[in-house]
């Protein structure tokens, strides 16, 4: 199959027809990747990778792909593969091993499995995607309302603001209207039990104007959080646990591909933190949120660390930005059996401390 015949102009054109007049808030995340000039690339790409695929495997991916629950870990799992191949190897998807299915078996030059690599996606929280889209239904309705001001909601700063369903979105755009439109010069606004608020510029205490003619609504980003890469951890360990048997039964390393949805924040930096044991603390958020994350008891004195399992060879941190280079974190105990099996430390495509400071030291 093609490239023009996956994700190109006619790819393209049939997603402008189908979704480009829908509201933003009724269309996949990945909208603007499918259609916009910029990300062309990443459509080339991505044709390239699934052009290496089993004609099976690459209907599927081209199939499912662009769904919003699909789109980040199809991606992570084809640049692991990309990232293998740009070392040398060979690899084949899904081989089967007894009742597993590894998603790449790593090919030595001599045509003999060298390794295993299980692929591991960091994703947002479950519900997270249709929160973001009901605030958007909203923000979408706001913006008709023709007085060039921006708005952010008044929320508990100890507990996330619930996200509005659209018979409640449509209300609160109509009360807001009513009240941004009246004479009235109200800093405050309160409907549906929901309290807006109009924002000032801090530099001169005058209402902000955004560009254009409608009002602006920040709402609640729905990525506000704690960065921690333990939860990516506690996978990778889920991932041992499932696959060292076959793995010790080939007489092969395990490895795991790791990556994160851009919506996470989480990068390889914080998986380096948390193997070394750093004591840091990473969170982010956006200007509308008004919850950040629960309390958190940290104990600068003892950080969380975590240790990579003795069946573990090491960890491929695969970047989310495209051409999505990667990041070879190796287990120390490992190291002479992933040499020995021509994973070598010293090849570009893997970049990074092959060993990690220990902050006691």
């Known amino acids: ?13 049939e997603q402008r027809r189908r979704y480009g007049k829908r509201p933003p808030e009724n269309r996949m995340l990945s909208y603007d990747l499918a259609v916009l ?4 690339p990443w459509r080339i790409w991505l044709d390239e990778q699934l052009d290496l695929l089993p004609e099976p495997a690459a209907e599927a991916f081209a199939a499912n792909l662009w769904r919003d629950q699909n789109f980040w870990p199809d991606v992570i799992e084809l640049a692991t593969g990309a990232a293998l191949r740009q070392l040398g190897f060979g690899v084949e998807f899904e081989r089967r091993w007894g009742h597993l299915t590894p998603d790449w078996t790593v090919i030595g030059e001599d045509g003999d499995p060298v390794a295993l690599v299980e692929v591991l996606t960091h994703s947002p929280q479950r519900g997270a995607f249709a929160k973001m889209k009901a605030w958007h239904a909203l923000v979408e309705r706001i913006k008709q309302i023709p007085v ?9 700063p100890a507990r996330p603001v619930d996200a509005p369903d659209p018979r409640t979105a449509k209300k609160i755009a109509q009360d807001l209207r009513r009240a941004l439109l009246s004479p009235l010069n109200l800093t405050a606004f309160r409907t549906e039990g929901y309290t807006f608020v109009l924002r000032a510029d801090p530099r001169t205490g005058q209402a902000m104007r955004p560009t254009g003619m409608g009002a602006v609504l920040v709402p609640p980003s729905g990525r506000a959080g704690i960065v921690s890469a333990r939860s990516v951890c506690a996978g990778i360990d889920r991932k041992v646990s499932k696959y060292r048997e076959i793995a010790q039964e080939a007489g092969l390393p395990l490895v795991v591909a790791a990556g994160a949805h851009r919506f996470t ?6 998986l380096d933190d948390l193997l070394a044991g750093l004591p840091t603390l990473s969170v982010q958020f956006d200007f509308g949120d008004s919850f950040i994350h629960d309390p958190v008891e940290i104990d600068p004195n003892s950080p969380p660390r975590w240790t990579m399992s003795r069946d573990l060879a090491g960890v491929l941190w695969v970047n989310n930005d495209f051409p999505f280079t990667t990041a070879w974190r190796p287990n120390p105990d490992k190291e002479l059996s992933l040499r020995q099996c021509g994973l070598g430390l010293d090849r570009s495509v893997l970049s990074g401390p092959a060993h990690l400071p220990d902050p006691r030291k």
């Open 1 to 13: 199959m093609t490239t023009e015949q996956r994700f190109g102009p006619l790819f393209v054109a």
């Open 37 to 40: 000039d910029e990300y062309e």
């Open 148 to 156: 060039p001001v921006v708005l952010t909601v008044a929320g508990d």
């Open 265 to 270: 924040g989480l990068e390889v930096q914080h």
